[in-house]
């Protein structure tokens, strides 16, 4: 039985290893952040999103191992819906959100690409034609936008100093997720189907 596991493990792909690794960085840095104590985890809801970032890390693995085991893995999927969590947790451990002034603008720009390019790649594998895939990614990175900046503002804003200046930030970040939306249904609206990602 061990035997048949390691040469299983062995016969995984180089993404079966990002995948399995983003995923367990991203759990380290969310338990650091909840239970370490640091200023720059202060007022950043760090046990909401230990308890949420999972789900968003786990629900590929899941769906599939329920509906899906007899297609091939969607790698590319799982890596960009997990991206997004991971690069937001890692900002805030090395506390680039206080210091580096442009950081969360990018961030929500970026993100929502990643976030958005995962529901691209499963149009390729389902071969979707391309004004369904654009609208398909655009509306999703639009609806996700709008529900993070209501998920923000009810676990930590509406009790911190950012109360004065939310309504302007949030209006940027929501123009930011969904120009990255966009680009993500654009490219993979234009970029040749994969059945395989």
């Avoid at 950043?44 to 789900?55: D, G, N, Q, S």
């Avoid at 509406?158 to 109360?163: H, I, V």
């Amino acid at each position: 039985m061990g035997f048949r596991l390691i040469s299983g493990l062995r016969r995984q792909p180089p993404a079966f290893w990002v995948n399995l690794g983003i995923k367990a960085v991203l759990i380290t840095l969310l338990a650091f952040g909840a239970f370490s104590g640091l200023q720059q985890f202060e007022g950043k809801a760090f046990i909401w999103r230990l308890a949420t970032y999972p789900i968003a890390a786990f629900v590929v693995p899941v769906i599939w191992a329920v509906r899906a085991r007899d297609t091939a893995y969607p790698f590319a999927t799982d890596i960009l819906l997990t991206l997004p969590f991971l690069i937001d947790t890692a900002g805030n451990a090395a506390d680039f959100y206080d210091t580096i002034v442009w950081w969360d603008d990018v961030n929500h720009l970026v993100n929502w690409a990643l976030l958005s390019g995962a529901v691209g790649a499963l149009s390729w594998r389902n071969q979707m034609p391309k004004g369904r895939t654009l609208a398909y990614v655009v509306g999703f990175g639009a609806v996700t936008a709008i529900l993070w900046e209501i998920a923000e503002y009810f676990a930590f804003i509406r009790f911190s100093e950012e109360l004065a200046t939310a309504y302007v930030d949030t209006l940027g970040d929501m123009t930011l997720g969904l120009t990255g939306s966009v680009i993500a249904g654009l490219a993979a609206a234009l970029l040749p189907h994969r059945e395989q990602l």
